[in-house]
């Protein structure tokens, strides 16, 4: 398992998929989003495994996209971030189109990319002192390629109370608008995400998988015309004078230029 990840499969098939960059709040960088593809990958193929839950280690879920990644693109040619950019919608579509049942266990930070990565979760639970985020706009960015599977679960109503602002909002709320199933309290989280799991080690693995698929197949797709889309439009932004400002502004440790 390569650094960025922790992965353990229990004698009851369950895969505990941990973040682990705890040291940034588990924000993404290349390596993680590769391995995340990959990993998706063979769990999905392993008939061992029954569940998988997705969580991070230390204090937060996910705090999105590494800034020194991020930054990285400004620099960078055309195919250079149209390949970075392609990395992360494979990722986010590898998540979703996994043929077991994904859980996210999510404590503390849940901003940009860690966002994304709940709304491909099957059903994600929180604890109650959680903050969550689509924060990209504050750097210049948006929620590009996260943007099918965060409208796919909130609904284009609810999403737009969240999704252009970069506002942020605790658990409770994020349960109003869909994106967590539950909120709980920091000591009930196990519990809860036990609670979650066992109905599973009850079901036929291969119906399970089968119903994962009914409900893609009769939900709103989200089809490669759309992932290309949000790819050129995450492109787009990265070359954009505003996400210059808004990552330089971050590592200078000022207010970007339109903050008021």
């Known amino acids: 398992m390569m650094e960025t990840l922790d ?3 229990d004698g009851d098939g369950v895969a505990w998929l941990r973040l682990n960059r705890p040291a940034v709040h588990n924000a993404m960088d290349a390596e993680m989003i590769d391995a995340l593809t ?5 769990l999905g193929r392993d008939p061992a495994v029954r569940v998988v839950v997705l969580t991070g280690n230390g204090a937060s879920f996910c705090a999105g996209g590494d800034l020194g990644w991020m930054k990285a693109q400004m620099a960078a040619d055309g195919a250079s971030r149209a390949k970075n950019a392609t990395a992360l919608a494979q990722m986010l579509s590898a998540l979703d189109t996994m043929p077991k049942p994904l859980i996210g266990r999510v404590q503390g930070q849940a901003f940009g990319g860690g966002i994304g990565l709940i709304s491909v979760c099957d059903v994600a639970i929180a604890t109650q002192d959680a903050r969550l985020g689509l924060t990209e706009v504050r750097l210049g960015l948006i929620p590009a ?3 099918p599977y965060v409208v796919a679960r909130m609904g284009a109503a609810r999403a737009r109370e969240v999704f252009f602002s970069g506002r942020l909002f605790d658990a409770d709320e994020a349960v109003r608008l869909g994106l967590l199933a539950r909120a709980v ?3 009930g989280l196990d519990a809860a995400i036990a ?7 009850r079901a036929a693995p291969g119906a399970v998988a089968a119903g994962k698929k009914l409900v893609a ?3 709103a ?3 490669a015309a759309g992932i290309a889309m949000t790819i050129d439009a995450l492109v787009s932004r990265w070359e954009s004078e505003e996400s210059a400002e808004g990552i330089t502004a971050f590592f200078e440790k000022r207010p970007a230029r339109w903050v008021r």
């Not at 990959?38 to 063979?42: L, S």
């Open 7 to 9: 992965l353990d499969v």
């Open 38 to 42: 990959q990993t998706a990958g063979r």
């Open 145 to 147: 390629t996260i943007g």
């Open 185 to 187: 309290p920091a000591a």
């Open 195 to 201: 609670a979650e799991i066992a109905p599973y080690l």
């Open 217 to 219: 197949d009769l939900a």
């Open 221 to 223: 797709p989200i089809d």
